[in-house]
Nanobody, 115 residues
């Protein structure tokens, strides 16, 4: 059974940094796209950043220049480096991955940015 396990969330002051990690485990032959979504209270879940198996990336306009997504294919792991954090970045962050044509989600990790 494939699982995605996130880590790295927490509480940080505005202007600070956090690094999220998400590791996929189970019987996995190939992972296509991986990405990070977030959902703030009362808002819809939105895409933050995504990366293909070849390394192509795309970002939400609100995080461009501040967040960087990367992946380690050998470890089936995706990362999200978040710099210059703002209070509006506060949300539950979810990892997602397309693994052999199926979509999987992590359990979510809370990121709170205080002003």
């Amino acid at each position: 059974q494939v699982q995605l396990v996130e880590s790295g969330g927490g509480l940080v002051q505005a202007g600070g940094s956090l690094r999220l990690s998400c590791a996929a485990s189970g019987i996995i032959f190939s992972i296509n796209a991986m990405g990070w979504y977030r959902q703030a209270p009362g808002k819809q879940r939105e895409l933050v950043a995504a990366i293909t198996s070849g390394g192509s990336t795309n970002y939400a306009d609100s995080v461009k220049g501040r967040f960087t997504i990367s992946r380690d294919n050998a470890k089936n792991t995706v990362y999200l480096q978040m710099n210059s954090l703002k209070p509006e970045d506060t949300a539950v962050y979810y990892c997602a991955a397309e693994i052999e044509l199926n979509d999987y989600w992590g359990q979510g990790t809370q990121v709170t940015v205080s002003s």
